[in-house]
């Protein structure tokens, strides 16, 4: 069977896992389908037959011979892993159960979990950023850094992200107990599972010039599009003559959703997006009022990118540059030019494999090189800075790399620091800094310390967009 449901995929270490295909030219790729005849579909699985004859071989020794007790499924999925890790590609894989049941929630409209985003750290999952507000996560007050040690008592030390979030993930209503480490403390918190909305669309007028409307787009998902129409709606409504389309750091999403929203901002025939298969064949995608419903948008847009806009979000730039001459801005992307189809193999795992290769309107295939914008600009160098860490109470004369980024930090806020030493002059900006913020004054780095001063360079950084500040430019001038 072939997966109907089709999208483009970017691995993205998030509570929601966006793992992802993508479909070929509308149709789709119809993995093991054969319209030969007879005689050479029996000639081929003949062959195929003798060269799965070693691994029934080695499945067969290892049943009758190995000392202890074996487990059937366990070797048959564990072959079936190896066989797509022997690709050597990061976004062909087999999906069992688990991985499955990821794969086909991963870019619904909501789910139901806790509301956090998850990294991993030293073999760990972590919380990678503030949850949001009234999500159960957040309720819990569970923080950025926290490490999550055991789910229901179970250890996640060595599971991959996909396991832990199934385990975090359950039914509103539920109740899941996450073993959280931090700093020196280790404790449990019980949180009560509930529907997380996924909204991928976000749009407002920008503060200084009220006819030019901001959309940011996180992800392109079921509702992408619909989002999208009624954003851009609302902003005209609202004054707005033009549009600055923010995809910087989106990871991707589905290709049917992509093509819609491209489609709105191209004049109908020019093309979205090419594909390449295996034989070098090509085929492309058209805009036209069948893919966006005669919506469109003619007012002046500029398009946001950055090195972690991937897949989908590459797509939807480089249609918009090359097809209908609008400016891209930001620096050059993730360069994820690969398509993968999902196919059902049974009732519960799924093979997600790499198919084809995506081309931008006039032919390039940005695989592993990334789209260049229009025009480059950047946040600040300080914005990309490794968080600071709150896993123990820093203080004068320690030293090492996690003080070397606490300096850079300060720094960046202006305060005289520098090198891998917490010294006097580190020691004076943390004071001055827990002054300004009613924390008690001690000169040392715990956690309340470390979340000002995240606060503090994110105010920065809201004056310092340089490529939203460019795209303002673009548009008022």
Not at 107 to 120: Q, Y
Not at 284 to 299: H, I, M, P, Q, R
Not at 346 to 363: F, R, Y
Not at 389 to 416: C, K, T, V
């Amino acid at each position: 069977m072939v997966k109907k449901t089709i999208k483009i995929s970017v691995p993205q270490l998030v509570i929601s896992l966006i793992l992802v295909a993508g479909l070929f030219a509308g149709g789709g790729f119809w993995l093991a389908k054969n319209d030969s005849p007879k005689s050479e579909t029996s000639q081929v699985q003949k062959e195929n037959a003798e060269d799965l004859t070693a691994v029934y071989q080695l499945y067969q020794t290892i049943q009758q011979n190995y000392y202890d007790d074996v487990d059937k499924e366990t070797l048959v999925q564990g072959a079936l892993k190896g066989m797509t890790e022997a690709l050597d590609d990061p976004y062909s894989t087999y999906l069992d159960a688990t991985g499955s049941a990821a794969l086909n929630e991963s870019l619904a409209d909501s789910f139901e979990g806790i509301g956090a985003t998850l990294i991993l750290q030293e073999e760990w999952p972590a919380i990678a950023q503030t949850p949001i507000k009234e999500t159960p996560a957040a309720k819990a007050g569970l923080k950025v850094e926290d490490r999550i040690t055991a789910v229901d008592g179970d250890t996640t030390k060595g599971l991959s992200l996909d396991e832990v979030v199934a385990k975090i993930r359950g039914e509103k209503g539920t109740e899941v107990t996450l073993t959280i480490q931090r700093g020196q403390d280790t404790f449990d918190v019980a949180v009560t599972r509930d529907v997380i909305p996924v909204e991928t669309v976000h749009g407002q007028l920008d503060e200084t010039n009220e006819t030019v409307g901001y959309v940011q787009i996180t992800t392109f998902g079921t509702g992408t599009a619909k989002e999208l129409k009624e954003t851009i709606k609302d902003l005209r409504k609202a004054g707005a003559k033009s549009f600055i389309l923010d995809v910087r750091q989106n990871p991707g999403g589905l290709l049917e959703t992509v093509q819609e929203m491209a489609s709105m901002f191209l004049d109908d025939g020019k093309v979205i997006v090419q594909f390449e298969d295996s034989q070098g064949a090509r085929t492309k995608t058209v805009a036209s009022s069948e893919l966006d419903g005669g919506f469109k948008v003619t007012e002046p847009v500029v398009v946001l990118v950055d090195g972690n806009s991937a897949s989908a979000a590459e797509i939807f730039a480089a249609a918009l540059k090359e097809s209908a001459n609008r400016p891209v801005i930001g620096t050059k992307t993730f360069g994820k030019g690969t398509m993968q189809q999902v196919a059902d193999l049974d009732e519960d795992s799924e093979l997600k494999l790499t198919v084809a290769k995506w081309l931008t309107p006039k032919g390039t295939w940005v695989n592993e090189k990334g789209l260049a914008p229009t025009i480059e600009a950047d946040y600040p160098s300080f914005a990309y800075l490794t968080p600071i860490s709150r896993s123990a109470n820093y203080q004068l004369g320690d030293r090492g790399q996690e003080i070397d980024y606490l300096n850079q930090f300060l720094a960046a806020l202006d305060y005289p620091t520098s090198g891998d030493s917490f010294n006097e002059a580190t020691q004076a900006a943390l004071k001055e800094i827990q002054a300004k913020n009613n924390l008690p004054v001690t000169g040392t780095l715990d956690g309340e310390t470390a979340d000002a001063i995240e606060l503090a360079l994110n105010a920065s950084l809201k004056g310092q967009d340089f490529a939203y500040q460019k795209g303002i430019e673009e548009l008022t001038n």
